[in-house]
């Protein structure tokens, strides 16, 4: 299936503003962001600890909807998602 | 109206904007840089997200302090020292319904929309902002 992935600030210097992945069917949060981290070992040090856990200041949307990383990184993607991927906000 | 613009922001149109008839008080916010010893500022937006959170934060706000108007715009670009960033314009019957308005949308566009800054210059390179 299809995801597009926004990216944003560091995360967007890094990544690139925006790229389609390609995933298998039911893929999670997760599993995207693993994904993310094997093509680009950057991000992998940006955005998860030593540990492999997520750091606190990586803030996820799926369809212009923030997720709580805590709870929805086993969340199921559907063909057409849009993850979008950024830092705490600065706006004002 | 609610823009997220590399234009700059005429703060006047925006007050012409929001006066009317029923409204006795119009309270301005201007966001401009200042110079914590960069040279400037690049503001980067999730723009389809911002609008949305914007809009949504302008609907609270009127509900909230009966606004008779509000008027929400934040660049993005390259900004230098002094150019001006977001600015709020509320309108109300009466003055602490237009303050307590413009303040509440501050806070929450600073908690909840979806907008970066970058400092950069030659003395302190170059880094995200992070909220205060």
Redesign the interface.
């Known amino acids: 299936m299809r995801i597009m992935v926004?990216a944003?600030?560091?995360f967007?210097e890094i990544l690139g503003k925006e790229r389609e992945l390609q995933l298998n069917e039911g893929a999670t949060v997760k599993e995207l962001l693993d994904e993310l981290a094997a093509i680009r070992p950057a991000f992998k040090e940006a955005a998860f600890d030593d540990t492999g856990a997520l750091r606190d200041y990586v803030l996820l949307?799926v369809n212009?909807k923030r997720i709580d990383p805590a709870q929805d990184l086993s969340r199921r993607l559907q063909e057409g998602d849009e993850l979008?991927i950024?830092?705490?906000?600065?706006?004002? | 109206m609610i823009e997220i613009t590399e234009e700059d922001i005429c703060l006047e149109e925006m007050i012409k904007r929001t006066k009317s008839k029923e409204a006795g008080a119009v309270v301005t916010f201007l966001g401009t840089v200042r110079d914590d010893g960069m040279e400037r500022l690049e503001v980067e937006a999730f723009r389809e997200a911002a609008l949305a959170e914007l809009q949504a934060i302008r609907s609270e706000a009127m509900s909230r302090f009966c606004l008779k108007a509000v008027e929400i715009v934040h660049r993005t670009g390259t900004l230098a020292v002094g150019e001006n960033i977001l600015a709020i314009v509320c309108s109300a019957a009466h003055r602490d319904e237009a303050f307590s308005g413009c303040r509440y949308i501050i806070e929450e566009l600073k908690k909840r929309a979806p907008l970066w800054k970058k400092e950069l210059g030659e003395k302190k390179g170059e880094h995200w902002v992070r909220r205060t």
């Open positions: 926004l944003f600030a560091n967007r949307m212009r979008a950024f830092p705490p906000l600065a706006g004002g």
